[in-house]
């Protein structure tokens, strides 16, 4: 216990000094900085079209790794911020997690979240929740203070995937779904009728497979996904920020993952102008075997964003601090930091499982290779009656009897030679 204890306090005391180190790293003068985003913004052209959309709240991510990675995460989905990225995801993820965010956006504005999801074998199942607030005074035509308020923005979703096709040399392809409810709270008092509710949906795919692997793991190196997010009707005139998103990710050394999504906006239900194609670049790098760094550049709508993040994996607790820098960020305050929080709740035996599938199967081979037929051939049945997709075991049964129906034709044979002489007699 003592081990286990102190290797846990070790943990914790890398997350402190990483988190430290964010904090106290040197910033450039404010002037140098926005300088630098304003010729990357006026490089990649100016938009017009920026900020026609209603409930922008739906194109902020809640935090976590897909923040940290600029959002280039439509072929990534490793963890709960997927819902932001790729409803298919949730069909593939390892374990049932839940995860609360904490997003500090521009001065007093920020946004709180809390996902959950959950899978049974090929069908993922998850829920997640965001709402964004803005405290503000409201003052008279003569100065006087005549209350506080708070201007919100929340949306809660559901979300359903299911993953078609997995074999052995085969991940499959997972298709998802989320429905998802809006709603915008302005007081009356400062602005009356401007509080609306929106329902959209989102609609994704994803696969992965190997190429180029550079490496030996069961788990694969390329993805490609695709997804449609906030399909849905204008809100009093105004489009909601529908987008076209195609991803893919790569790993070509084992700690390294680079991503890439270009992403499209469309006007599916308005003659609105629709904003300039965007685009994200993220990297992942696996530090030690409970830490990882990312690190992204976002651009959409005229602002150049550039993001950094740590994620420390102390199972079952899962911590992600990220930092945020474009054109909104203020340098002199604590600001466009995010935290996420999340917590595993295993993988509903899966891995169990498997690890007894693996055994059965290597104990099918060496029955195998010491000409034990019908024992090979048991011990690969077995395997497959816990995981029928389990090719190599199929494979192995198969030769096996092959094999056997051989031996027993050889066997057939030399008895018929036996007797044929007495035959003749």
């Known amino acids: 216990m003592r081990s286990i204890f102190g290797g846990e306090m070790k943990k914790w005391r890398v997350f402190l000094v990483v988190f430290a180190l964010v ?7 404010a002037d140098q900085v926005f300088e630098f985003l304003h010729r990357i913004s006026n490089g990649l052209g100016l938009d017009e079209a920026t900020g026609l959309r209603t409930f922008p709240t739906l194109l902020i991510s809640m935090g976590g790794e897909a923040e940290a ?5 439509t072929a990534v989905g490793r963890d709960l911020s997927f819902l932001d990225g790729n409803p298919a995801a949730s069909a593939s993820l390892v374990n049932t997690e839940a995860a609360f965010y904490h997003t ?11 996902a959950y999801t959950i899978r049974q074998d090929d069908l993922g199942l998850g829920f997640a929740a965001k709402m964004l607030h803005v405290p503000f005074t409201h003052y008279d035509a003569y100065g006087y203070n005549i209350g506080s308020f708070r201007y919100s923005e929340s949306v809660v979703g559901v979300n359903a995937a299911y993953n078609f096709l997995r074999g052995f040399y085969f991940s499959g392809v997972s298709i998802g779904a ?7 709270y302005i007081p009356d008092s400062i602005y009356p009728d401007q509080s609306a509710v929106a329902v959209m949906a989102d ?3 994803l696969t992965r497979f190997d190429f180029l692997k550079l490496y030996s793991a069961r788990e694969r190196n390329t993805a490609v996904g695709v997804t449609v997010r906030n399909v849905g009707p204008p809100v009093g005139g105004d489009p909601v920020p529908t987008m076209l998103s195609v991803g893919l990710a790569y790993s070509p050394f084992r700690p390294v993952l680079v991503a890439f999504d270009y992403n499209v906006p469309l006007s599916l239900f308005t003659d609105h102008e629709r904003e300039m194609p965007g685009f994200a670049i993220g990297t992942r790098v696996r530090v030690t075997d409970f830490i990882t760094s990312q690190a992204g550049f976002l651009w959409r709508g005229n602002n150049p964003r550039f993001s950094l993040g740590t994620v420390i994996d102390l199972q079952p607790v899962r911590l992600a601090v990220n930092y945020t820098l474009d054109m909104t960020t ?3 305050r604590f600001d466009r930091f995010s935290v996420q929080a999340g917590f595993a709740f295993g993988d509903r035996g899966r891995r169990a499982v498997e690890q007894q599938v693996e055994e059965l199967y290597l104990d099918a081979l060496v029955a195998f290779a010491e000409g034990n037929i019908e024992l090979t051939i048991d011990l690969a049945e077995k395997a497959l009656e816990l995981d029928p997709r389990f ?6 049964r198969d030769t096996a009897k092959t094999m056997l129906s051989l031996q027993e034709r050889m066997d057939t044979l030399r008895f018929d030679e036996s007797i044929a002489p007495e035959d003749e007699l």
């Open 23 to 29: 904090l106290a790293a040197p910033r450039a003068p």
């Open 69 to 73: 990675m600029g959002t280039a995460y």
């Open 104 to 114: 500090n956006l521009i001065a007093d504005t920020s946004m709180e979240g809390f």
């Open 178 to 184: 989320n429905a998802k409810l809006a709603y915008r």
């Open 203 to 205: 609609i994704g795919a």
């Open 330 to 332: 203020q340098l002199d």
């Open 391 to 396: 090719q190599p075991a199929a494979e192995t």
